[in-house]
């Protein structure tokens, strides 16, 4: 009598690996989210700084004083590469001398509020 060996994996098999692949997507996926979330929130923020910083150079190479207005151009100069791009596609506002500068997407802030 001659067996007949089956290679392969049954229909339930197969589901059950499906079914474990779906899991690990569903886990996964909103953690990768939120992780690009947040290294574009911290990008944005990293910018904010440099802006900032740039904004005080400015200040001092121009003799300006605290609530002047600030002229975008000129401090742009005083950022190495240029005008920073916001990772979220948000736009910066340099705004007067003395604050920090802005950006249009929420929770993008250099001192976050207490």
């Known amino acids: 009598m001659i ?3 089956r290679r392969g994996f049954t229909l339930v098999e197969i589901m ?7 899991v690990l997507a569903a886990i996964s996926i909103p953690a990768f989210t939120q992780a690009r979330e947040t290294t574009r929130k911290n990008a944005c923020i990293s910018n ?8 005080e150079q400015w200040a001092m190479a ?3 004083v605290a609530g ?3 002229t975008d151009i000129e401090v742009d100069e005083y ?3 240029g005008r920073p791009n916001c990772p979220s596609d948000g736009e910066y506002s340099y705004d007067i001398l003395g604050t920090d500068p802005t950006c249009t997407i929420d929770n993008h802030e250099l ?3 207490p």
């Open 3 to 5: 067996t007949e060996t």
């Open 16 to 22: 059950i690996v499906v079914g474990i692949f779906g």
């Open 48 to 55: 904010l700084r440099r802006i900032d910083l740039a904004k």
């Open 62 to 64: 121009s003799q300006a």
């Open 68 to 70: 002047s207005a600030v």
């Open 79 to 81: 950022i190495r590469g």
């Open 111 to 113: 001192h976050e509020s």
